[in-house]
């Protein structure tokens, strides 16, 4: 999986309780990712990272916020967590070293709110 | 947004045949398509991409075709063995400068029956 770790790898949570999902990297590249995955939609990208610090948001960005205080490290939380939020979330890299496109993907997280 | 459309939804194949999936996309500035292979309760691997200067790329088994013109790109696997099943997702990057933003296609299920 590229060099890439989620944790935990599946989580059950109660409703209204914040979450928080982390990614590391041991590549040292400049992008990373957060998407969710659930069927019917495939892959859609939450929030992603351009550096240190630096972070925007993707398409389902509603009820999620991130924290990139390290280059190999990115944190996604859930402040309350909903129903609506069980999906699986992959977390993803690019870079340089890539050239820059070139997206890998960790082995995913398995989160279910009750 | 970019907006990607993927088709067959499920594919089931005999063993050595060939299978095709394509993909059609919204923003003709979109510059980067990306194909993935996703297996059960893992992340999804990239395993083929093509650049918008290009109209066609292979790796042994597998090619892609773009055809800008029509904002389509198809995913080829010839001679498919039963390892091919899987869950393959289509993607398009926006043209957002470096960032990689990628949006998916929906998923198709390959099956290769003996």
């Known amino acids: 999986d590229a060099g890439i770790t989620q944790s935990p790898r599946h989580k059950v949570t109660e409703t209204g309780t914040p979450v928080t999902l982390r990614c590391h990297q041991t590549?040292?590249?400049?992008?990373m990712y957060w998407y969710r995955q659930d069927p019917g939609h495939g892959l859609r990208l939450i929030h992603y990272?351009?550096?240190?610090?630096?972070?925007d948001k993707g398409e389902v960005s509603d009820g999620y916020s991130v924290s990139r205080s390290k280059t190999e490290d990115f944190l996604l939380t859930l402040e309350s967590a909903t129903s609506s939020q069980t999906s699986v979330y992959f977390c993803?890299?690019?870079?340089?070293?890539?050239?820059?496109?070139?997206?890998?993907f960790g082995p995913g997280t398995r989160l279910t709110v009750t | 947004g970019e907006n990607v459309e993927q088709h067959p939804s499920t594919l089931s194949v005999q063993e050595g045949d060939s299978a095709v999936i394509k993909c059609t996309y919204s923003d003709s500035a979109s510059n980067y398509f990306p194909w993935y292979k996703q297996e059960l309760g893992k992340g999804p691997q990239l395993i083929i991409d093509?650049?918008?200067?290009?109209g066609e790329k292979k790796d042994q088994r597998i090619a892609v075709t773009l055809n800008k013109t029509a904002k389509h790109f198809s995913l080829h696997i010839t001679e498919t063995q039963p390892e091919d099943s899987a869950v393959y997702f289509c993607a398009a990057k926006e043209n957002t400068g470096t960032a990689s933003k990628l949006t998916f296609g929906t998923g198709t299920r390959l099956q290769v029956t003996l």
């Open positions: 590549e040292n590249h400049r992008y």
């Open positions: 990272s351009y550096g240190v610090k630096d972070t």
């Open positions: 093509i650049r918008s200067n290009v």
């Open positions: 993803a890299i690019s870079g340089r070293a890539m050239g820059f496109y070139e997206q890998y």
